[in-house]
């Protein structure tokens, strides 16, 4: 009896405190609030929509989760989103929101701050940041020296069963539509075949092939730059088993770019103009450079220590967040067994 | 009694029946908008989807982890109720503690331990190890409280007849206990089937990691709906494998809860064996993984940043969002419980079945399929804490119908006939004699729904509020950026929390009670029915 | 008034009725038994005068009220019975005097009601009528089985049923207990002032306690009556079989006479459920009891043997007379094969001179041994049925 009695009032306590979640949480809807999914990392892009916040005085609901499921949010949610500005981890990303219209316009006063290859054609999205591919090999068993500085020698025999990398992720789809352009497609076909062939350690993204570079596992990682950089951050750097080598001029050493959207029904929205626009201020730019090491695309700021120079990376010059020619890339894959 | 068997049941419970499919209908939900986003698809792109060189071997591999990780659950399970409910054991209560505690460890947070320590643990074997280690509990708890009121008479006569202790087990406490491990089987198969967290970071390619994939580099939802298409079809193939398999069986041993003498087993020279098997599964699915994170908290540079107040808030949002969840599960269980419990026929297998269908899908798929869900029907709901329990609800539906369904089992109906016949209607013998006997079945579903929802990460990014993060949202936050040390006291707080129902899971008070022997006085019916058995 | 009656009932699936148009009546106060082979539809009978189970047709009427009929189906908890199952289902949760009191509730039952009602006289009295107050506060777990089943009949009788209902109450117990247990119900009831039906498949039980019994076999009443009318006049040779032992010989009727093995005997035609007698010169089937036959030693003097045969002025069988001794000197020779032994009589099995085998049954004073030559007869007439096909 006195169980009952308990379990009732925990079943009313239970109701009240669900209402009240539900209370708190009701989107408020008035200009000075702001709805941002964020496909990045809380602890690093917290702050600085915090400073945002300071600076405007715009409170900004801001979503965390990763860039695929916050997509696929997106596109589930259509036309009904609460959400205003969608700040992604990769361009891919933007592209398909872009072609299920679901994006407005970037201002161009705001889109022609960036420079071409760096951010969309038809002004659907702004580029925010850049991340290089760069192949992580093992430090202790090589030197720089022996790591390839072009992908095609990846195919060779030495290298099987050593190199990592993740099919699956954005990026490196894009390097492989990055691969078919500057090199043709037969030899794209030809090297992604090698591979397959080349026993590789498949993961399930870049963290992934990292950790298998860092403790021995592989011997070559390929990954975006900034991996490394927030790996180190947590380890330290001198405990860091792997190391990076760039590819300048290789499409191995292509430059992604993370990016911004104002979705569709925040077309005239001043706060979400205020966001994006600040994300590629100065201000904002310089944050990410000394949080995350990435490579600013905003003209002027400078690039992390010891990167090589932005313009040395080679950018084909081609929308990134091409869906069709990602989709090509992909078929590639599908078809030689790696997806 | 052949008059029993032969008298027709009475009319068709219609109240009951509506309610059960009022319950399917919202835990389809997620089926029906993956069946109609692939009928909605260009036919040309689906067929695209089923020629790549890869689908045999994703599906190949989801069977064979599936398949081998119910053997060996179902392997490891048994024995452990047996030792558990049967056997002359010291420190019953601790020990039933600790087997049920995996249920508090989420597949991708005990992978994690184990790959910190063993990075070269990669593809099916680590796979296997560790989701069997971890889904031991699903077969463990309900076998062991089946064998706690189960009878060894059988076994006794069946020892006369000359089988030996094996045989004798077979033959009399098999049959009693095969509902029990059924059941526990299924949700270990479906479990496995949807798993990806765990099976991704120990890189198995299996119609999981597919669908991930499908969503995070095409963000083709079609793709992704067609290989979920694909992992429904293969549980439904389970389900209907399980109730094959169950029908034939115990429609004839009638649970009687105070039947029968229940001998204790001496363990003698398998004591050290026994308590090796007891140790071992604890050991490998949460001992591991937790030491191996927390000696990560000594060399982690990011512990600093240790946030008490977040702490505390997400614990919170835990506790009451899995509660709520539990609330939401058990009543969409309770009419289908009741109906299978107490009805046959081909209608009501097929409730039962289309229940359980939502429990081999991915979380990201049922996450996505009650976004478009709530955005249409309830859009003032929508990123609300309610929409969140209510999906919780519908995910974990499946596992508290088991328990459900046999605590009302075991209710025998002529406690209800009579508490009819005194007067009481349906409703009220539903509520004052069944389910009041049924109350610790129901609890224990509850539970079991509670747990599950703590431990939920994809639907629970899809569906939370704004702001609003649990315990294990914000682990996978800090793990996917490899901040183990601020992940540490996350993970940490999780495995507490998530403790406390598979403590109260483990039944540890009726493990102490076992230890007395109970014997009832063996009526003349019972003895009957054992040589009815027998012959 | 408290009266049951049951036309044409009809229950189960169509083209296999557990039930085919049964007709029962059970007058106020009385204990019906309805007795048959497993499978015979007796519970299912029973569940559904309780409204447990749905009729497809028929009718049944407990006291004034039609509580089945075409289109009517009043829920059990309307009904105003009693139900005593075979496993006497005593609410585990609830102490002995809190099952009692549930029995009060009338529609409001739960434990805390229960609780609070087992304090109350009406339960204390019910418990003296079964004699089990002291027991008041144990649990259902520590009773024994015929314990239990007088609780749950004291929790029947606590909602001042009509009706009361007992599927194989004393099926579980053991004989000694058996016996005492029925008594005591039958009292119980009477005192009660409570119409009752048991259903049993043990036919001396059904005979020793009721008022009337319905004899039921594949789902019909083959007969109902008053135990002396179903043990003496049984409606069909299988009735016969079933309430008590019986020899069956075949014959040919003659008149009034019908020619058997043992010699030709006075008989009574029995007309079956069709109304048909069987035909002079037709083939006939012959009942002969037990306790019918005469058996004397060979080589003694006639001794007055037989159960049935008694000394003058008591009442005989089937209108002997009590100077009549029956056809003794034309009784066939036979031998006792197999004694079975009672300690109040005996069942001998006798083989005759033609291999007919009989079996009789003598009072203790009439004992014979094994291997005795003995001479068998019959007292009075017996009953000719047509054969069974």
Known sequence: MRARRGILLAGTGLAAATLALTGCTAPADDAETLTVYVGRDEGLVGPLIEQFEEETGITVEARYAATPELTALLLEEGDRTPAEVFLSQDAGALGALADADLVAEIPSEIADLIPDGFTSQDDSWVGVTGRARVIAYDGEQLSEDEVPDTVDDLTGEEWSGEVAFAPGNASFQSFITALRVLEGEDAAAAWVEGMAANDPELTENNLASLDLVNTGQAELGLINHYYWFRQAAEVGAENMRAQLKFLPGDPGGIVNVTGAAILDGAADDEAARAFVEFLVSEQAQRYFVEETFEYPLLPGVDAPEGLPAIDTLVNPGLDLSDLDSVGESQQLLADNGLI | MTDRVATPSPRRPWGLIAASLVAVALAAIPVVHLVVRVLSADPAELAAVFDRPRIPLLVGNSVLLAASVTVTAVALGVPSAFLLARARLRWRGAWAVLAALPLAMPSYLAAYGWLAWQPSMKGFWAAWLVLSFVSVPYVTLPVAAALRIGSTGLDDVARTLGRGPFGSFMLGTWPQIRPAVLAGALLVCLYTLSDFGGVALFRFPVLTTAIQQAYSASFSRDEAAVLAVLLVGLALLVVIGEQVARGRAARRIQAAPTAGRRRMTRLGPWTAPGLLLLALVPAVAVVVPVAVLLSRVLTAETLQAFDGANLAQAIGNTVLLSAGGAVVAVALALPIGVLAARHRGRMVRGIESSGYLALGLPGIVVGLSLVFFSLSVVPALYQTALVLAFGYGILFMPKAIGSIRSATGQVPTSLEDVSRTLGNSRARTWWSVTARLARPGIFAAALLAAVSAMKELPATLMLRPTGTDTLAVELWQRTDISAYGAAAPYAVALLLVAAVPAFLLSDARAGREATREVIAPETRAGREATREAIA | ??????????????????????????????????????????????????????????????????????????????????????????????????????????GRGSARAARRAAKSDEVRRLLDLVDLAPLAHRAPGQLSGGQAQRVALARAL?????????????????????????????????????????????????????????????????????PEEVYRTPATPWVAGFVGDAVFLPGVLHGDEVGTAIGRLRAVPVADAAGLAPEDGADVTVLVRPEELRVVRADAASVAGGMAARPAGTAGLRGTDPGDEGPGDEGLDGIVTDVEYTGHDAMLALALADGVSLRARVTASEFVPRGTEVRVSIAGAVLAYRPET
Not at chain 3, 63 to 85: C, D, N, S, Y
Not at chain 3, 159 to 186: H, I, N, Q, T, Y
Not at chain 3, 201 to 213: C, I, T
């Open chain 3, 158 to 226: 606590a909602s001042g049923p009509e009706l009361v209902l007992l599927d194989e109450p004393f099926g579980a117990l053991d004989p000694m207990l058996r016996a005492d247990l029925r008594a005591a119900v039958r009292e119980l009831l009477r005192a009660e002032g409570v119409t009752g039906i048991l259903v049993t498949h043990d036919q001396a039980e059904a005979l020793s306690v009721a008022d009337r019994v319905a004899v039921m076999r594949g789902g019909e009443v083959l007969q109902l009556g008053t």
């Open chain 3, 1 to 106: 008034m408290s009266r049951l009656e049951v036309r044409d009932l009809t229950v189960g699936y169509e083209g296999a009725p557990v039930l085919h148009a049964v007709d029962v009546e059970v007058p106020h106060g009385e204990l019906l038994a309805i007795v048959g082979p497993s499978g015979c539809g007796k519970t299912t009978l029973l569940r559904t005068i309780a409204g447990l189970l749905r009729a497809r047709s028929g009718e049944i009427r407990i006291g004034q009220r039609m509580v089945t009929t075409h289109g009517i189906h009043l829920a059990p908890e309307k009904r105003r019975i009693g139900w005593v199952p075979q496993d006497a289902a005593l609410f585990p949760h609830l102490t002995v005097a809190e099952n009692v009191a549930f029995g009060m509730l009338a």
